[in-house]
């Protein structure tokens, strides 16, 4: 299909797609003006297949003679791209030329988008929004019938005026003050080049601004796009834990980022089983990682993800980094899903814990403003 534009690619979540749009200079993208919705009708979320569907999508679209499709399809495991985000599509009569097309996988006319796929549509609609600068408006965002009047894409279940106050909403949340009361997942908060400039305003222990450019916060913001976690919190909990990476327990060979077992125990000989570090004479309990990228980060961000989600409610991305998480430290059944927001740490990862929820914000919002 050398004449038809297709880049197929996969992001599991809107983070992740908002992780991959920050990489690049929206002004490849100018000629976007807005989005499109739009409802599959078929495949159906119980005929999709993943890469498989997106490949036999890739055909149906060529096989019209058209040069592109498309651009996002929202479906039961995540985001896909057909066509390129930077080149026009073909989905959407007068709306094509300056408008991103995005399908949502079923038939929309009889009831509305379940939960999961609202979350992602809506989701991926503010990440492209965002990223562009754009408000939201009758212009902005459009469905299908808006732009064809003879269909009823994106189905007539789907309130076109309510999917413009939801993406409303989340767009002057991204802006809005913290409270102790925000989500664990989100949408970045702030950037990585925000909680550079943070953190290198302040000592850092023995790490440098290439360590922290390079490999530190590269591998926060990385890892929690890849299973939604805001990677603002993350790395102001990290903040928190080790005093700004000046920590006995965040320095080379521990790196530890976040009290991860953590205990004020210590013992003259190294004890059998657990988890200790040498300090000197004495042997001090707590769990200490080979790197950052593979090691440190997916254990704070896993047990992170661990306390805001509910077992069966992960994605299969989500349980495999909790999976990890707990393998350097188990969580007691009872805290998985059990601080969906800041608030419900207090408690639970810090003991007593008054306030703490609290302080992550604060810090949170120096750094975004940094």
């Known amino acids: 299909m050398p004449d038809f534009r297709s880049d197929i690619r996969h992001w599991p979540t809107a983070a992740a797609l908002a992780a991959h749009l920050a990489q690049y200079d929206p002004a490849i993208c100018g000629w976007a003006r807005g989005l499109t919705y739009h409802h599959t009708i078929v495949p159906t979320a119980a005929q999709w297949r993943g890469y498989s569907t997106m490949q036999g999508l890739e055909t149906f679209y060529a096989s019209k003679g058209w040069s592109a499709g498309p651009h996002l399809f929202i479906a039961p495991d995540g985001i896909w791209q057909l066509t390129p985000l930077n080149v026009p599509g073909i989905h959407a009569g007068r709306c094509n030329a300056d408008h991103w097309g995005i399908e949502v996988c079923g038939n929309y006319d009889a009831a509305p988008w379940p939960q999961s796929l609202a979350e992602l549509a809506l989701g991926a609609g503010a990440a492209l929004l965002r990223w562009r600068g754009l408000p939201v408006n009758e212009t902005t965002v459009t469905g299908h019938r808006e732009c064809l009047n003879n269909k009823s894409c994106p189905g007539r279940a789907i309130q076109l005026p309510a999917v413009r106050a939801a993406l409303a909403q989340r767009l002057t949340s991204s802006t809005a003050s913290l409270t102790r009361d925000a989500a664990l997942l989100s949408a970045p908060r702030c950037t990585q080049a925000q909680a550079l400039a943070y953190l290198t305003q302040r000592a850092t222990g023995e790490y440098t601004r290439a360590d922290l450019a390079l490999s530190i916060l590269p591998a926060y913001w990385s890892t929690c796009a890849t299973v939604g976690i805001d990677p603002c919190l993350a790395v102001a909990q ?133």
């Open 238 to 370: 990290m903040i928190l834990e080790t005093g700004n990476l000046t920590s006995w327990w965040a320095q080379r060979p521990r790196r530890n980022p976040a009290g991860i077992g953590v205990t004020s125990v210590t013992s003259a000989i190294r004890p059998i089983g657990g988890s200790w570090a040498q300090d000197g004479p004495i042997w001090r309990e707590g769990v200490s990682f080979a790197d950052w990228a593979n090691g440190s980060v997916p254990a704070h961000v896993g047990r992170l993800l661990a306390y805001a989600t509910a077992p069966a409610d992960r994605t299969p991305a989500q349980r495999d980094l909790v999976r990890r998480a707990m393998t350097a430290r188990p969580l007691a059944n009872a805290l998985h899903g059990a601080a969906p927001t800041l608030a419900g740490l207090d408690g639970r990862w810090a003991v007593p814990g008054v306030g703490y929820g609290l302080t992550i914000v604060q810090i949170a919002e120096d750094v975004r403003h940094a």
